[in-house]
């Protein structure tokens, strides 16, 4: 099977038609259609089926798809990387990270970046999870990725320090202006914005985990997906919510109190294979800029 195959499938699978994927590769339907059917007679049976609405995979293709991805994947990493060998001097580079982080800390180090490598392209994958963020550095979306250390990584990862979890609240807030820190069971009636990423801790959510051990259960005024859409909720008003100290400052009117017990997490930079050419300068580049 080659290369070429396995891109084809691909495409068929994100556009869910065999007339779309041709489009978005630039080939004629009849040339797609063969190639999927000679990589079909190879791994010995149907990866694709017709359905009413599109072109969906069948359990063999399911089984397929995440292989050929990662193979397709691989081989834009490869060229990337035998591109911007000399030194960062031209190719792209794709950083995966959480949001929160996209919108905190990364943006000084971007900008950093574009000083010194303005001729380097970079594409920023974002995701709303640690899990969705390893999934996808695993499976090959991206050169590199900033986030929170993963456990049992085998490739290399580089700390770059502890970032520092701060309480948000409203400018009217009775705790703003606040300067020793504010004890959890102060708390016990108040309103909070959770976040889809807030830390877990022996199984548990952080703040339940954390109120729990002072004899309360923190009240939810709100779920949300996104760490700045909660601290712009706290900052209207909405309620308190434990965030990053750099998506915090990031946000007009929200204020920051130091919390007790307080936490922090180490930030890392890491990737699927050596940090070489422009990976190894941007690790470099992030260094230092964690605000913890």
């Known amino acids: 099977m080659s290369l070429r195959q396995m891109e084809y499938l691909v495409a068929v699978a994100e556009e869910r038609s065999f007339t779309r994927a041709a489009e978005s590769l630039n080939v004629t339907q009849s040339a797609l259609s063969h190639q999927i059917k000679a990589l079909e ?8 089926e017709r359905l009413p609405r599109g072109v969906g995979l069948t359990p063999m293709g399911r089984a397929f798809l995440p292989h050929a991805e990662l193979a397709v994947r691989s081989a834009g990493q490869a060229r990337r990387a035998a591109r911007a060998a000399a ?41 709303t ?41 409203a400018p009217d807030d009775p ?78 009117g929200a204020v920051t109190v130091p919390g007790d017990p307080s936490w922090r997490r180490e930030l890392a930079v890491f990737s699927r294979v050596g940090l070489t050419g422009v990976a190894g300068r941007f690790a470099e580049c992030c260094g230092g800029l964690v605000s913890g």
């Not at 982080?101 to 971007?110: F, I, Q, T, W, Y």
């Not at 999934?135 to 490739?155: F, K, L, Q, S, T």
């Not at 990423?197 to 939810?220: I, K, N, S, Y």
């Open 41 to 48: 007679r190879e791994v010995g049976g149907a990866l694709l």
């Open 87 to 127: 030194g960062a001097e031209g190719g792209e580079l794709h950083v995966a990270t959480l949001h929160a982080l996209a919108v905190g800390l990364l943006p000084r180090v971007l900008a950093r970046w574009r000083r010194e490598f303005p001729g380097v392209r970079l594409h920023v994958h974002e995701y």
């Open 129 to 169: 999870s640690t899990d969705a963020l390893r999934e996808h550095v695993e499976r090959g979306v991206a050169d590199i990725a900033v986030g929170p250390r993963p456990a049992d990584w085998h490739g290399p990862v580089v700390p770059l320090g502890d970032e520092e979890i701060v309480l948000v609240v």
């Open 175 to 252: 705790l703003a202006g606040r300067t020793h820190p504010v004890l959890l069971p102060e708390l016990a009636d108040r309103a909070w914005v959770r976040c889809q990423l807030e830390p877990v801790v022996e199984g548990r959510r952080w703040l339940d985990w954390a109120c729990e051990r002072h004899g309360f259960r923190p009240r939810t005024a709100v779920e949300t997906q996104h760490a700045s859409t909660a601290v712009r909720m706290a900052a209207a008003g909405v309620g308190i919510v434990a965030a990053s100290v750099d998506v915090a400052r990031a946000t007009a």
